[in-house]
C-alpha cells in the first residue's frame, strides 16, 4: 500500500516522468489506432510493431550507442519498409495480403532477433536493455528519451487533431474522399506513417511483441461504448492512458518485470469487460434484452390462452386452475409460474380459489394480441397465398412483434376484416 | 444510334478502361445534353459503374480523356458530385446521418478547417431535401437500405454541384422511397442540374428518364429515351456479350499484354 501510494503522490520525480511518458504514448497510440481499426488494417499494425526491430538494431550496430533519436529513426525505416513491401507484394503477385503481412511479419522480426543476438554476444557493454524493446520497459523511459518520445506522441496527437475530419472521411469512404478532391494519396501516407509512429514510440513501454495490442485493443473497445468517432477516439485513449500509468507503476515497483504484459493484460481486462458490460452492444445487455422478450412473450401467450378458454365458453370472467391452462396451451411450468405472478403484479390477471382469471385490463390486453394473431394469419392466406392450415405457427411469434402501426395497415390492406382464415371472429379494437 | 451534343456537360472522349489489364470499357465516345436526367442502362458486368468511376477520376484511363463542362475533371471539382453503391462503405462506421451528409460540406471547407454551424446547417437542409431530418442523429448502421441510400444522396446534396452521378441509387430501395427520389431528381432537373444515373429497370428507364446510354462493354447507344429504348438497340445490349470482344480481353489479360502502346495524352 505504501508504495501506491508513494508512486500515486508522484513525490519522486523520475516517476512522474515515466507515467507522464507512458500515459502519453499509451494515449497517442490508442488515438492512431482507431484510424487502424476503422480502416481495418489492424494485422498490418501487428506487422509494422514486429518490424521496428531490426531497424533498432542496425541502428545501435551502425552507431554503437542508444541514442534515443537514431533509434527512432532506424525503427521508423524499417517499420516503413515491411509496410511498403506489404503493399507491392500484394500488387504485383498473386499473394494475397494476409499471407503477405504474415511473411512479412516473420521475415522482419527473424532478422530483428538474429540481430539482437548478435549484438548482445558483441561484447559492447552500452548493448545492455536494448532486450527491453522485446517486451517494453516503462521504468526505461527517462531523460532523452522522454523528451524525444515524448515529443513525437504530441506530434501524433495534434495531426490527428487537425486532420480529424480527413481521417474521419478517408476511414468511411475512401473513393467519395478523392472525388472531393482531397489529397488522398497523401493523407494515407500520413495516417500510415503516424500508424508506424505510434508503434515507434509504443515500443518503449510495451515492447515491439504486444505493440498491436496498444493499438488494437482500445480501439476495440472503445467502439462498444459508442457510436460516435470523436468519443470513440476519447474513451479509446483514456482506456489505454489508465493502463499506461498501471504499466509505469508495475515498471516502478517491479523493476525486473516486464511492463508490456502487465499493460496488454489490463487492456484486454479492459476489453473484455466492455464486451460484456457495454449498453445496448455488450453480451449482457444483449442477453437481458432477449430475456425481456421472451418473458413478454410467455405473459402474452398465458393472457392469449385464457381468453381462448373464456372464447369457447363466451364468457371470460371465469377462473382456471393450472392444469386447466396447460391443458389449452403447453408452457414450461416454471415459466408459467413466473409469468401468472408478473401478470398479478401487473393487474392484468387475478388470482382466487378456483385459479386465475382474466381483468377487464387483461382481457383487453389478450384481445390485442389474438387479434394481431389472426390479422396476420388473414394477411398470410390473402397476400402470401398460404395455405390456411400453415398459417398459425407463423402467427404464434408474428403476433409479439406488430406494432399499433403495422396493425393499422394490415387492416388498411385487408379491408377491416370480422373473421379470420378459420372463419373465427376478430375481436375488435375497444 | 450515338447521338452527340454540343456543348455537352459532359464529354467521354474514346475512354476504354480496364481492371487488372482486362478492358472492361472500349471506346466508349459520348457527349451529355445539360439540365437532363441521364440513365446508364446495361446488364450486369456490363461496365455501368466503371463508367461514372472512370469519369469520376477514380479508375485510370487507357485511352482517352473526359471533360466537365468543358474542362478537366481538376478545374471542376466543385461542381460535380458523386453518389457511390451503396455496398461500397461499412456502414458499421461510428457516424450518424448528419456525420455522413457534413461530408458533403468538406470539399468546399478545404483541409484543416472544422465543420460548423453553416455546414452543420448545409447538411440538414440536405436532409430535409430527401426526408431524412428525423433520423439526423441516429447511427448509420440503424438505418434500412432505402435510409441508407437517401444519406448518401443527401450528402451529394450537401455539395451543391451542378451534375450528380450516382451509382445505383434506387438498388435495394422499396417504392415509396425510389418514387421520392426520383421526384426529387426532376427537381434537381428543373433547377438546371444534370443527373446521370446507373439503373437496372427497363420498365422504370422508361419514364425516369429524358436521355439513356445503353451499356455493354462497349457503347451501344446514347440519345434521347425514345430513341434509345428500342427493341432492336436492347437486343444489341442484352443479346450476350461480344465475343470477340470478351476474347481478346481474356488474351489481354493472359498474355500481359498492354492495353494501348502509349500512354493518353492530357488534353
Known sequence: MNTLWEFLSMSDANVRFVTIGSILLAASSAVVGCFTVLRKRALVGDAVAHAVLPGVCLAFMLTGEKNPLVLLLGSFLTGWLSLVIIDAITAHSRIKEDTAIGLVLSVFFGIGILLLTAIQHSGNEKQSGLDKFLFGSAAALVGQDLITFGAVAVLLLLSVLLLYKEFKLISFDMAYARTIGLPVRGLELLLTTLTVLAVVVGIQSVGVVLMSAMLITPAAAARFWTDRLGVMIFIAAAMSAFCGAAGAYVSFTAPAMPTGPWIVMLLSLLAIFSFIMAPKKGLLARYLLQRRLRNQMTRENILKTLFLLGETKEEFGHSYSRQQIMERRKLPLLRMQGGLKALCRQNLVKKDSAGWALTDAGRKEAQRVVRLHRLWELYLTQYLQVASDHVHEDAESIEHVLTPELEKRLEELLNYPTTDPHQTIIPQQP | ?267
Open chain 2, 1 to 267: 444510334m450515338i447521338q452527340h451534343v454540343t456543348e455537352p456537360v459532359l464529354e467521354v472522349h474514346d475512354v476504354t478502361v480496364s481492371y487488372q489489364r482486362k478492358p472492361v470499357l472500349w471506346d466508349v465516345d459520348l457527349t451529355l445534353p445539360s439540365q437532363a436526367l441521364v440513365g446508364i442502362i446495361g446488364p450486369n458486368g456490363a461496365g455501368k459503374s466503371t463508367l461514372i468511376k472512370a469519369i469520376m477520376g477514380l479508375l485510370p484511363l487507357n485511352s482517352g480523356y473526359v471533360e466537365l463542362f468543358g474542362k478537366s475533371l481538376k478545374e471542376v471539382r466543385h461542381r460535380v458530385s458523386y453518389v457511390p453503391q451503396r455496398e461500397s462503405v461499412d456502414w458499421d462506421f461510428p457516424a450518424s446521418a448528419l456525420d455522413v451528409a457534413m461530408m458533403g460540406t468538406y470539399g468546399q471547407l478545404g483541409l484543416f478547417k472544422r465543420p460548423g454551424a453553416r455546414e452543420r446547417k448545409l447538411a440538414m437542409e440536405a436532409l430535409e431535401k430527401v426526408g431524412m431530418q428525423d433520423y439526423a442523429n441516429r447511427q448509420i448502421s440503424q438505418l434500412s437500405g432505402g435510409q441508407q441510400q437517401r444519406v448518401f444522396l443527401s450528402r451529394a446534396l450537401a455539395q451543391d454541384a451542378d451534375l450528380y452521378l450516382m451509382d445505383e441509387p434506387f438498388a435495394g430501395v422499396d417504392i415509396a422511397t425510389e418514387t421520392a427520389i426520383i421526384e426529387l431528381l426532376r427537381q434537381m432537373r428543373e433547377t438546371g442540374k444534370t443527373v446521370v444515373v446507373v439503373h437496372h429497370d427497363l420498365q422504370s428507364a422508361q419514364d425516369y428518364f429524358d436521355w439513356t446510354i445503353l451499356l455493354n462493354m462497349r457503347l451501344v447507344a446514347s440519345g434521347p429515351t425514345h430513341e434509345t429504348l428500342t427493341p432492336d438497340l436492347l437486343e444489341k445490349t442484352y443479346g450476350g456479350r461480344l465475343t470477340e470482344l470478351s476474347k481478346v480481353s481474356e488474351l489481354l489479360h493472359k498474355k500481359n499484354f498492354p492495353i494501348r502502346e502509349t500512354k493518353p495524352v492530357r488534353k
